[in-house]
Nanobody, 115 residues
Framework: QVQLVESGGGLAQHGGSLRLSCTAS????????MAWYRQAPGKQREMVAQ???????VYSDSVKGRSTISRDNSGKKSFLQMERLAPEDTAVYYC?????????WGQGTQVTVSS
């Protein structure tokens, strides 16, 4: 059974930082492209950052320069470090794993940034 479990969300202050973690099970993690998405109330889900199996990274313009995505293949974990948080970062953050036609999602973790 495939599981992606996010952690690290919660309430953060404007200008603060947080680190989200995604722990995977049931997949050959090192072969998967890992990504973080977010969905704010009333908005579509958007890709925030992704890291390929060979560790190439892509960031959305909204977080570029203040976020870092990383992965730990031995621990089957993906991380999203976000700095200089703003209220616009408030959203549910989802972990995503993709390999060819296989796509898996976590249940999401709420991040709320106070103004």
């Amino acid at each position: 059974q495939v599981q992606l479990v996010e952690s690290g969300g919660g309430l953060a202050q404007h200008g603060g930082s947080l680190r989200l973690s995604c722990t995977a099970s049931g997949i050959s993690f090192r072969f998967y492209k890992m990504a973080w998405y977010r969905q704010a109330p009333g908005k579509q889900r958007e890709m925030v950052a992704q890291i390929t199996a060979d560790r190439r990274t892509v960031y959305s313009d909204s977080v570029k320069g203040r976020s870092t995505i990383s992965r730990d293949n031995s621990g089957k974990k993906s991380f999203l470090q976000m700095e200089r948080l703003a209220p616009e970062d408030t959203a549910v953050y989802y972990c995503n794993a993709v390999l060819e036609s296989r796509t898996h999602w976590g249940q999401g973790t709420q991040v709320t940034v106070s103004s």
